[in-house]
């Protein structure tokens, strides 16, 4: 159509034809078409261009563009012009103009070659350019504003691939500007949902709208993290174009939540635990009482028949029944926290390696046992036989849970507990600690079997293997001690026991060498029994009226109090229960001896809470016979305690 072109006017050609077509339609179009000729002068402009310049076509006609744009031979459109008229090669470019009256506007040009020069079609793309230079600067304020927000922001190409991430998504997952291109949506979830996510994600391309998602994403240094937002489906054209989410990490307040429900779960089993211990200990002090008459009336049966009497066989196996039912008051109280300790400061190391020997006897050859002791072991204050008991309890535990052998593993070390740790574990102290542990290689424990697993009486084990109350012995030293333990165990990964004791300010003892001690005589001394339980106090009564002893009773304290005013000759030993109804033992003592400063006291209990022991620690000086006992051990605790009096 260029190549029908006549740059002459009408009147010049002598009058109209059909070749007057083109022009006709050229001058009426809406895109500016110019011809420029060799010497860069104006053939042919049609009012499209004359508009767009700012002129009329008549001040543009037979002119050089130099002539009516001046400097334009220094611009990129002029250079692109004179390539096209040098190569005769079509050319094509955007370019921005500033005219004479100082307005700009922007064009796209298309330079087509004809046989008089180059013809130049244009189109006024200004609108266009401000429309996406708007589009630019609102994309800007977009992503400024994005980035300047504490989510996690990014959009999802249909095709999964990543198209753009705020600031916070590159801080919280680690990646730089130059690997998000090379990112799919995949590449930053997490494992366990992976699968959820791509379902989500194929289920939210056909629909319009926003869902809530709470997923797990992993930084680009395999670093978990749980985020929780929306996810929103974009649209162009009327088809999906990708998804738009926007997430905050809630990885630190789902740990924190976390952190509450298993301080909330321990305080509810410390509670259950209290409650258990408050019950088994009130259970033990009345059973300890019983086993006591059933043990010291047995030994006086004893003592009354002759050898090879047909009775005396049933009364030994009575009282190794008694015996071990005391045993069993026994860890009871010490589940309860109500027994008695003699705590000394000892060094664990020096404990454990005390019973190892007995240790490898009692795990057998197809357990291996290896100990890891800590060098330079603080010291701790526990009662040593206590220590020994722990240690033996959880050796018992791995044994059972190794069948088939394996590897148990006592090791100690300096430990520091910090507030985390103390805020992650109720009961726990922050400060310098003692830890003793025990890993075994054994079957493990699942969820519900861990947390019944100090309870008394409770077991795995088949009827009639175990009692279920050593692992709550366990817990109950531990406690009592002032110390706190946890246990860490899957089904089929092993388990460990960890025992934290807080570190002992005092150095630890040297261990004392036992001294040889002769064996009692009997006296004649006046002893003020002081028991609430009739049965007890009867046999009590009649082992000390058997050894030579004077013996007066009282079935309480104002009683005993009564009898003490009453008695004109002396009182050697006041032999008082701990607690009493109405008076306690120690209210007692202590109004006795104003009366009577030569009278020695000895205590007797099941347990020692709010007794005459502190937390169930003895108090220094303080005598003190544990119940149950028998003939033989109340005769010569009193003896002793009588002699020493004496000398």
């Not at 050319?91 to 013809?119: C, H, I, Y």
């Not at 198209?163 to 801080?171: P, S």
């Not at 039912?325 to 454990?352: C, G, H, K, M």
């Not at 033996?392 to 044994?399: E, F, P, T, W, Y």
Request: hydrophobic share 35%; aromatic share 6%; glycine share 8%.
């Amino acid at each position: 159509m260029l190549d029908s072109v006549d740059p002459r006017t009408t009147s010049e050609r002598g009058g109209a034809s059909h070749d007057d077509l083109p022009r006709h339609v050229l001058d009426n179009l809406l895109e500016g078409c110019q011809v420029i000729g060799p010497d860069y002068r104006y053939l042919y402009v049609n009012d499209a261009v004359a508009r767009h310049g700012r002129t009329t076509r008549d001040r543009l006609l037979g002119r050089t563009m130099m002539e009516a744009y001046p400097g334009i031979e220094d611009t990129e459109m002029f250079a692109v012009l004179r390539r096209c008229m040098e190569e005769r090669s079509p050319e094509q470019m955007e370019n921005e103009f500033t005219f004479p009256d100082g307005s700009k506007g922007w064009f796209e040009l298309r330079f087509d070659p004809v046989p008089d020069g180059v013809a130049i079609l244009s189109m006024d793309i200004s609108a266009r350019k401000r429309a996406e230079g708007a589009r630019r600067e609102s994309d800007a304020r977009y992503r400024d504003l994005m980035d300047n927000i504490a989510d996690l922001a990014h959009s999802v190409a249909p095709d999964g691939a990543l198209l753009h991430v705020n600031r916070a998504w590159r801080e919280t997952l680690g990646y730089t500007d130059e690997e998000i291109p090379d990112l799919s949506f995949l590449d930053i979830l997490h494992p366990r949902s992976r699968d959820h996510c791509q379902e989500l994600f194929r289920e939210m391309l056909g629909q319009e709208g926003s869902r809530t998602v709470e997923v797990w994403l992993i930084s680009k240094e395999g670093r978990p993290v749980q985020v929780e937002g929306t996810a929103t489906c974009r649209f162009e054209g009327g088809q999906p174009a990708g998804l738009y989410c926007v997430l905050q990490d809630v990885t630190e307040k789902k740990q924190a939540e976390q952190r509450q429900r298993n301080l909330e779960e321990q305080l509810r089993q410390a509670q259950k635990m209290e409650a258990i211990g408050r019950l088994a200990g009130g259970v033990a002090h009345d059973f300890n009482n019983m086993v006591g008459v059933i043990t010291m009336t047995c030994h006086l049966a004893l003592e009354s028949l002759p050898e090879g009497h047909t009775v005396r066989d049933d009364l030994e196996e009575i009282n190794q029944a008694a015996s071990r039912a005391a045993d069993l008051t026994r860890q009871l109280l010490a589940f309860s926290r109500r027994q008695l300790l003699a705590p000394r400061i000892i060094n664990l190391n020096e404990a454990v390696t005390g019973i190892e020997k007995m240790l490898r006897r009692l795990l057998g050859e197809d357990i291996e046992l290896r100990t890891e002791l800590a060098p330079g072991l603080s010291a701790v204050k526990v009662d040593p036989s206590q220590v020994e008991q722990i240690v033996m309890n959880l050796a018992v535990n791995a044994r059972d849970a190794m069948p088939d052998g394996g590897s148990l593993t006592i090791e100690t070390a300096n430990v520091e507990l910090d507030e985390d740790y103390a805020a992650a574990h109720a009961g726990a102290q922050v400060g310098a600690h003692v830890m003793l542990a025990a890993s075994d290689t054994g079957s493990g424990m699942d969820r519900e079997t861990r947390a019944r697993l100090f309870e008394p009486f409770f077991t795995t084990k088949e009827q009639g293997k175990g009692t279920g109350l050593g692992l709550s012995t366990v817990y109950g030293i531990v406690k009592q001690s002032g110390g706190n333990i946890w246990v860490y165990s899957e089904p089929d990964e092993g388990t460990v026991f960890k025992i934290y004791l807080p570190v002992a300010q005092e150095e630890a003892e040297r261990p004392r060498k036992p001294t040889s001690r002769e064996v009692p005589s009997l006296g004649g001394e006046t002893i003020l029994i002081a028991e609430d339980n009739d049965a007890l106090r009867r046999v009590m009564a009649r082992t000390l009226s058997r050894g030579g002893y004077r013996v007066l009773e009282a079935g309480d304290g104002e009683t005993a109090l009564r009898l003490s005013l009453e008695h004109t000759g002396a009182i050697d030993l006041l032999l008082t229960d701990v607690v009493m109804p109405r008076m306690s033992g120690r209210e007692l003592a202590e109004r006795i001896c104003e009366q009577r400063p030569e009278t020695m006291v000895l205590f007797t209990s099941g347990y020692t809470e709010n007794g005459i022991a502190h937390h169930g620690v003895l108090d220094p000086g303080v005598a003190f016979l544990q119940k149950p006992f028998t003939t033989d051990g109340l005769l010569t605790r009193v003896r002793d305690l009588l002699k020493g009096s004496s000398s």
